[in-house]
């Protein structure tokens, strides 16, 4: 009687001891640390169009079909993917805390930031830029901005800087959205809206728009983006062989077309990885 109690209990203490084992090793993989496991968080931008837009048929974008190609070249399929919005103000804290393994998210490479977070990239340059009304030529240049109603989102420091460096007498209008911006825009309460031309492209590209906006061209910074992993995570390494794969075989060609192609957005080459020019 006693032996079988013994028995029993060893038992019990087996089996904890196998699920525990199992419970760590699924742990381990879905850690992001290599592809073997069954899923990999990633964060993105659920509202920007042409970068990364949540949508009822899924998720869209340039920067999407960048963490696709990354992800899979890490070993997982596009099902495998948990996707996470990732808001401008949550990215240090998302990758700290690991609540995903990598973030891209028209995410810019900055030294403030490399302080707390790692980068693997650029693997695009963006500039900040203004986008005007097709008919509209009376803005060639930052300085035509003087008087005009220059649209800003909430929060947004873009529309500052052109106001503060280029054009101080830039009437700035503070809008909710960018689509709010552009529905301003497109009914000629505001002259202009400023940000990265990759976001602004993204927006112009919508069905609904297209035709009906452009660039003014003026590339006033240097945007280089990049994709955010944990500081001191081995990813860095694996995620740069796998961007630089994406130019190579074409593929980063391919998605810059098919997501700012319709706005006829002069995009810079693919940038050198590692080469982040300020």
Not at 122 to 129: G, R
Not at 148 to 172: E, F, I, M, Y
Not at 234 to 244: F, Q, R, S, V, Y
């Amino acid at each position: 009687m006693k032996l079988r109690k013994v028995t029993a209990a060893s038992a019990v203490v087996l089996a904890l001891a196998v699920t525990a084992t199992a419970c760590g090793s699924s742990d381990d993989k879905d850690s992001g640390s290599s592809g073997s496991g069954k899923k990999i968080a990633i964060g993105i931008k659920f509202d920007q169009p042409g970068i990364g837009q949540k949508t009822p048929q899924g998720y869209t974008g340039f920067d999407v079909d960048v963490a696709k190609y990354v992800a899979k070249k890490l070993g997982y399929d596009e099902d495998q993917i948990q996707w996470k919005e990732a808001k401008s103000a949550d990215r240090e804290t998302m990758l700290q805390r690991g609540d995903v393994q990598f973030i891209a998210a028209s995410y810019s490479i900055t030294p403030e930031r490399e302080e707390k977070v790692d980068f693997a990239g650029p693997y695009l340059l963006a500039h900040q830029d203004v986008l005007v009304r097709a008919d509209d030529d009376s803005i060639k240049s930052p300085a035509d901005l003087n008087s005009k109603k220059l649209c800003s989102v909430t929060g947004s420091t873009s529309a500052q800087n052109v106001r503060d460096k280029l054009a101080p007498k830039a009437n700035l209008l503070n809008y909710p959205t960018y689509s709010a911006c552009l529905t301003g825009l497109q009914n000629k309460a505001v002259d202009a809206l400023t940000t990265d031309d990759s976001i602004l492209a993204g927006y112009a590209s919508q069905d609904q728009f297209k035709g009906k906006f452009k660039l003014g061209g003026f590339k006033m910074t240097n945007e280089n983006y990049g994709i955010g992993v944990k500081k001191g995570s081995d990813l860095k390494d694996k995620i740069n062989k796998a961007l630089e794969e994406m130019v190579a075989d074409g593929s980063w060609e391919k998605a810059v077309q098919a997501n700012f192609g319709p706005a006829n957005y002069q995009y810079e080459p693919a940038p050198k990885i590692g080469d982040v020019k300020s």
